[in-house]
């Protein structure tokens, strides 16, 4: 397992440095393509840019997905301000003072990328004194500050940035401690290291899961619309997604979440027991949960009307859609729960 685990957090700490927020993914997913190719597996572009690869099983029928997704929290330029800074519309649900101070990316309109740090329109304590402590911070009162000649509207308009442009925000990946990985992002780039970790399993020891299995990368999960097809014969759909570790949440960054409910809906109670006996059957840590504020690829299939069953698993993450961690051991039970799973 351990092989698998170097594996993972090779591929999570190399993904994390691509941007990709939700709307403009096409970087991210030509580098996942390229991870299919090295496995073996011809993956499928659906039309919205989603990436779909399979796996044929050892028995016919039962066909399952598994799913992850590659798109992550961003925003968007909105408006380009007198001063040269930019407004902002966010891409997904966070709130800004999770990214203040962040540095960002600007891939702008003529094809050039700026640099640039998003921060309150009164950030500096000697200039505004208590009003950088008590002033709100919306989509009213933050911008971003380009490290460019940037002091007009004319000036960024010069360099080529526009109202629509995408912005990525730094993911800051790194180890600390005994094994804890810091990033932005870890949802849900770390299951989505999980599910090629899987596949390479099979591919390395010339075995295959117990049904044919489409392991889907989606592109628009943060925004709410991740899954738009079902591959022909597929009955189970196992989204992988973050476990949120927090006051009343029983999730851990070293465990492995096996989610019975969400904001949304309550997830298969039978596919839920399930994955909890393969669980203790294969001596994973793991922890079952209630998501407060949450909703999977899974569960926004079920509400989106898709006639399949359906399960939610992954690590506990601390401090998600903010500056988020887990645990290597975390990734490992988690695998090896996923393994378990597509075994069976
Ligand atoms: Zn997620």
């Not at 929290?73 to 408006?79: D, E, I, P």
């Not at 971003?144 to 109202?163: F, K, N, Q, Y």
Request: a negative charge; charged letters at 25%.
């Amino acid at each position: 397992m351990d092989q698998y685990i170097g594996y993972t957090r090779d591929l999570l700490l190399e993904t994390l440095a691509i941007p990709g927020c939700g709307g403009d993914t096409r970087a991210i997913m030509e580098r996942m393509r390229a991870e299919f190719a090295s496995l073996g597996i011809e993956a499928i572009p659906t039309r919205k840019g989603a990436l779909v690869g399979t796996l044929p099983g050892r028995s016919e029928g039962g066909g399952r997905m598994v799913a992850a997704h590659v798109d992550t929290l961003g925003a968007m330029v909105k408006a380009i301000k007198p001063n040269g800074r930019l407004r902002l519309s966010p891409i997904g649900g966070f709130a800004w003072q999770a990214f203040e101070g962040e540095n960002a990316i600007v891939s702008a309109h003529g094809g050039k990328s700026y640099e640039g740090t998003l921060l309150p329109d009164k950030a500096s304590i000697h200039i505004f004194s208590d009003e950088v402590r008590e002033s709100p911070r919306t989509e009213d009162s933050m911008e971003l500050r380009l490290d460019a000649e940037a002091r007009s509207a004319a000036d960024v308009e010069a360099l080529g940035i526009r109202v629509g442009d995408f912005v990525n925000f730094e993911a800051k990946p790194r180890l600390a401690g005994d094994g804890y990985v810091k990033a932005r992002y870890l949802d849900d780039k770390a299951c989505v290291a999980i599910l090629f970790a899987a596949i390479k399993r099979y591919r390395d020891t010339g075995s295959l899961p117990a049904r044919r299995t489409h392991f889907y990368l989606s592109n628009y999960e943060e925004i709410g619309h991740g899954i738009s097809l079902l591959p022909e014969g597929v009955e189970e759909f196992l989204a992988l997604d973050i476990g949120t570790v927090g006051e009343g949440h029983t999730s851990d960054e070293r465990c492995a979440t096996i989610v019975a409910k969400d904001s949304r809906t309550p997830y298969d109670f039978g596919f839920r027991r399930r994955l909890v006996e393969l669980a203790e059957r294969n001596g994973v840590d793991y922890r079952v949960d209630v998501h407060y504020r949450y909703g999977s690829d899974a569960s926004l299939a079920a509400m989106a009307g898709f006639e399949v069953n359906f399960a939610c698993i992954g690590m506990g993450v601390d401090a998600t859609h903010h500056y988020e961690r887990t645990h290597l051991d975390g990734l490992a039970n988690t695998l090896k729960l996923l393994l378990a799973y597509l075994d069976s």
